[in-house]
């Protein structure tokens, strides 16, 4: 038997939807020690799912156990990362599932090769390497020969910063795999709005972490965030979905050190450096969900 224990994702934007330069995307993301993904599994002659998530679980076993050509899998969930909110619910559970199974059966395969031949990675490869390293990373985008995007650097995450989760209570679920394929398909960036979020990730946002200016990557985060809403504006209704805009808000008026919206959200989150401020922040959102994690330096667990 195998556990794995997987954490979860913020995305904190494309850096270049334009595409003028012959490629798209490349993404920034950012591993969490919760929620997460945890799972005991086994060898088994049919597939089996127990614990928390049955139905959307099977069907990922089920890919999995097609893709390999297994015999079949004994999954009990301990833990799942909600679906569709914003925060890598799908790469972290396959790819742990699939990992393992991997190791079971005697595949050993490696992380890129199970994410390309189950389908992750499409735009986005931050889930991934996030899966394999934690901390924070960014990936090069794609072209039309690339299986999955590059890794292009990873950076240890200070211990001390503190990520606030938030979403509003009512809130509607992000988009699926077949809506955000549609989107994209007919997404129109401004090459321009591109240059400047990659001079933030690479003259602040990076520099600033690697030398523990959190106050500085905090800022440079929010920008970058809002340069993406602007991408989706049409979609969304404006910069951020509907509800996560006062969120925002209120974390920075409380003294976040930055704050955006994970993905297609529900989620957002907000970046404190002290237990005052994560006090003050999660005060400010009284009436919404609320949790706050670490950053996680280290990638999944599978033992």
């Not at 069907?59 to 297994?70: G, H």
């Not at 999660?282 to 706050?292: N, R, Y």
Request: glycine share 12%; hydrophobic share 40%.
């Amino acid at each position: 038997m195998i556990v794995v224990k997987t954490g979860s994702r913020i995305h904190l934007g494309f850096i270049d939807l334009s595409g003028d330069l012959g490629r798209m995307y490349g993404s920034i993301g950012l591993y969490l020690e919760r929620p997460s993904f945890e799972a005991l599994i086994r060898e088994f002659d049919d597939i089996v799912i127990e614990g928390e998530g049955r139905s959307w679980i099977q069907n990922i076993v089920r890919k999995v156990v097609n893709e390999l050509n297994l015999k079949g899998l004994w999954v009990k969930t301990l833990s799942a990362i909600p679906r569709h909110v914003g925060l890598g619910s799908g790469t972290q559970t396959i790819l742990g599932i699939a990992l393992a199974a991997s190791k079971l059966y005697g595949l050993d395969l490696r992380v890129e090769e199970l994410a390309h031949r189950l389908g992750r990675g499409k735009r986005s490869g931050a889930g991934i390497w996030l899966f394999k390293y934690g901390g924070l990373v960014v990936d090069g985008g794609k072209d039309h020969r690339t299986k999955i995007p590059p890794l292009l650097t990873r950076i240890h995450v200070p211990d001390g910063l503190r990520v606030i989760l938030a979403s509003p209570r009512d809130a509607s679920k992000g988009f699926n795999e077949e809506v955000e394929d549609r989107i994209f398909e007919n997404i129109k960036a401004d090459s321009r709005l591109s240059e400047r979020a990659s001079r933030i990730v690479l003259m602040k946002l990076l520099p600033s972490l690697i030398e523990g200016d959190l106050k500085g990557f905090g800022e440079a985060v929010t920008e970058l965030d809002r340069i993406n809403g602007s991408f989706f504006e049409e979609i969304q209704s404006g910069t951020y979905r509907r509800g996560c805009e006062v969120i925002v808000e209120k974390m920075l008026d409380a003294g976040a050190l930055g704050a955006g919206q994970s993905s297609w959200g529900p989620t957002v989150y907000g970046f404190a450096d002290s237990h005052e401020v994560v006090e003050e922040i999660m005060k400010s959102l009284k009436g919404f969900w609320v949790t706050v994690s670490k950053p996680r330096n280290m990638g999944a667990e599978i033992r």
